[in-house]
């Protein structure tokens, strides 16, 4: 009988998918490192886009599923490991770089709040329908912009409009592909461990 009811009381209302592993403080350290390098290991899926000094990567789609799947505090911690452990010196930024003396790095600022904006909506279960998904998504892609494109154009001195030309324009398509995978992996994960959408 308690077999039975562990499964229900894991997939109620505020729960995200990392809290179906039995809690722990060593599941959240675990976590939240594995959260750290799965988006240092995306960020080194890097294409570069001419005239801009951003590059298309995985990190930005890392850093929304991270923060959905682990919730917002250890989506936050998460993001914050990444980007201290970065500015440090860890070479695991896009294109394997670090510092924060680039103009790319008002992104991974972004990434830390829209991890943790996405994860909060997570617990609301914005994680468990396509539709709800795909708003959580969008949300914080636009968080991610809204912090790192004025800082963009804060360190190279371009305009806004400028910066919005090369650092926003030429990630939409991109940022649509990744938003339809989230759509359809968050969902899926959620319906495998018997909670339908």
């Keep these: 009988m308690s077999t039975a ?7 109620r209302a505020g729960t995200v998918l990392a809290d179906l592993i039995p809690a ?5 350290i675990a976590l939240v490192a594995g959260g750290a ?21 995985g990190q930005t789609f890392a850093a929304l599923l991270v923060g959905t799947a682990l919730g917002a505090r250890r989506g936050f911690l998460a993001l914050a490991l990444y980007a ?9 930024f896009a294109q394997a770089s670090s510092g924060y003396a680039m103009p790319s790095f008002g992104y991974i600022l972004g990434m830390l709040l829209a991890s943790t904006v996405v994860g909060a909506l997570a617990r609301r279960g914005a994680d468990r329908s396509v539709l709800r998904t ?5 949300l914080g892609s636009a968080i991610i912009y809204a912090v790192g494109v004025p800082y963009l154009a804060l360190a190279t001195g371009m305009t806004l409009g400028q910066a919005v030309a090369a650092g926003l324009v ?3 398509i991109g940022d649509a592909l990744k938003a339809a995978l989230a759509m359809g992996a968050l969902p899926t994960a959620w319906k495998l461990v018997g909670r339908k959408g």
Excluded: Y
């Excluded at 009811?5 to 997939?11: C, E, I, M, V």
């Excluded at 201290?84 to 695991?92: E, L, S, Y």
């Excluded at 795909?134 to 969008?138: C, K, P």
């Design 5 to 11: 009811a562990a499964p229900a009381r894991s997939l």
């Design 24 to 28: 722990s403080r060593a599941r959240d």
């Design 37 to 57: 390098a799965l988006t240092g290991l995306a960020a080194q899926i890097s294409v570069p886009v001419p005239g801009s000094p951003v590059p298309v990567s």
């Design 84 to 92: 201290v452990a970065g500015m440090a010196g860890v070479p695991w």
């Design 134 to 138: 795909a708003g959580a998504m969008v």
């Design 170 to 172: 030429p990630f939409l």
